[in-house]
Structures are given as structure tokens and as C-alpha cells.
């Protein structure tokens, strides 16, 4: 099975070479909501997804919108 790269919020805009402001106009938000999308405080509903979708030309499988650590409530701590 081919494994696909995935991408965060930030790096697509990057790659797409959009600011933040292009990006929210794209996807119908502020940039405040965007910088927070990048720096994982919030996550976009599903409208917001799909403006991103269509925007973006990806896959919702193709962007990645959570942090690798996320729901990781508990660290469990190794005895040396």
C-alpha cells in the first residue's frame, strides 16, 4: 500500500506561497483564526474544512488538522 504525505495547515499555505491574509480569504476566516488553525489552539468546523478542501485542491485524509500528541493525556514516565 502506497503511504501519502500528509500536511499541516501551515505547510500547505506555505507551499501554495499564500500569507496568512490570501489564506483567510480563501477559506472564509480571519487571520487570527488562521494563525490559531497553525498553532493548533483551535480546529475548523466542517464548513470551514470543506472551504478548505476546495481551496486547497486536497483531501481531508491529505491535511493534517491535529497535532501528532493530541489526546495524549497521560505521560508515562520511564525508571531509570
Do not use: C, H
Request: positive net charge; charged residues 30%.
Amino acid at each position: 500500500m502506497e503511504r501519502k504525505n500528509k500536511f499541516t495547515l501551515k505547510a500547505i499555505r506555505i507551499n501554495k506561497g499564500w500569507s496568512r491574509e490570501e489564506a483567510s480569504k480563501l477559506y472564509g476566516v480571519s487571520v487570527d483564526t488562521i494563525n490559531n488553525y497553525e498553532n493548533y489552539k483551535t480546529f475548523p468546523d466542517v464548513p470551514i474544512v470543506e472551504n478548505i478542501l476546495s481551496a486547497t485542491g486536497l483531501q481531508y485524509d491529505d491535511i493534517i488538522f491535529l497535532p501528532n500528541n493530541y489526546g495524549k493525556t497521560v505521560i508515562k514516565k520511564i525508571k531509570k
